[in-house]
């Protein structure tokens, strides 16, 4: 396959790494080139621009950060619709609005032809590079069969829930879950510390339980350790959580426990965590910066 990747950073570099592992031909941009060069190391071709890398490819995947980012790296100059076509499709893996996203499918569609699925994942840079992503789709039947050749090497469940914007209204309701018990965990775990219970024990124990959940098995030791090894953003959250506060006011949709919950990660954000991992939710906790004796 002749692929191209746009946007290189934690998630989009794993994305890659794991797309050149299948065989595929990969075409990389980022406007900061020294996120490529490890890529480029292992086989991959440097592009120019999005408009270069998108001009080799016929599948174009989308890793960046924001609606706004994606909008100037499609449709700006040197963007992805500059060499768009109707043989072409592109994959936006990012976490954005939805609606956003249904403008702009639409839009470069009419412009050039060319199809848009949306893809955002759960699962992190981890599970990316072993290939076993969770999928949340948007996007035609037709485009959506168009993608699976590359998104089956990168995840394990896929599932299309309608047209363009689908899949990312159901990344948000992940994230809501997610951000929701990231935040009961750390406070389980300070819990348990100021009760002088060993919180690493408490996986294995309510493994099989309603209590339990990946979040649960892989964060709460992580937590309870102190380990900050970062394998994901809590600014990432944060932006994701406001997306869905915005969505939430324009339906007059009530979420009082996940609001809540944003202005706890707008808090560690504040207090510089922005960049760290979200096991470093349980510094809000630690009030004096230690971990109870």
Not at 8 to 18: N, T
Not at 199 to 218: K, N, W
Not at 277 to 287: E, G, P, Q, V
């Amino acid at each position: 396959m002749q692929l191209a990747v746009i946007g290189v950073g934690v998630m989009g570099s794993a994305i890659a790494g794991r797309l050149l592992d299948s065989g595929a031909t990969l075409h990389l941009y980022d406007r900061n080139a020294a996120q490529m060069a490890p890529l480029i190391a292992r086989g991959a071709i440097a592009s120019g621009s999005a408009r270069e890398a998108t001009a080799n490819a016929d599948h174009v995947i989308i890793s960046l950060n924001s609606a706004a980012i994606v909008e100037q790296a499609v449709f700006g100059p040197d963007g992805v619709a500059q060499a768009a076509g109707a043989g072409k499709l592109l994959i936006d893996m990012s976490s954005i609005d939805a609606g956003r996203t249904a403008i702009m499918a639409q839009r470069l569609r009419e412009e050039t032809g060319m199809g848009w699925v949306d893809a955002p994942l759960s699962g992190g840079a981890p599970a990316a590079a072993q290939g076993k992503l969770t999928l949340m789709v948007g996007g035609t039947a037709e485009d959506f069969a168009r993608a699976r050749p590359v998104l089956d090497h990168l995840s394990i469940n896929i599932t299309l829930f309608g047209p363009p914007g689908a899949g990312q209204t159901v990344k948000l309701i992940n994230q809501i879950l997610c951000a929701n018990a990231f935040m009961a965990v750390a406070e389980a775990v300070r819990f348990a510390e100021a009760h002088g219970v060993d919180a690493t024990l408490i996986p294995a124990a309510l493994a099989g339980g309603r209590a339990d959940s990946r979040i649960l098995q892989e964060y709460m030791g992580k937590m309870a350790r102190r380990d900050y090894t970062p394998t994901g953003r809590i600014d990432n959250m944060l932006k994701d959580l406001e997306t869905v506060q915005a969505s939430a006011l324009a339906t007059r949709t009530p979420l009082p426990v996940t609001s809540l919950i944003a202005d706890l990660h707008r808090m560690a954000v504040a207090g510089g965590l922005g960049p760290a991992d979200s096991a470093a939710y349980m510094r809000l906790f630690d009030i004096d910066g230690e971990q109870p004796a």
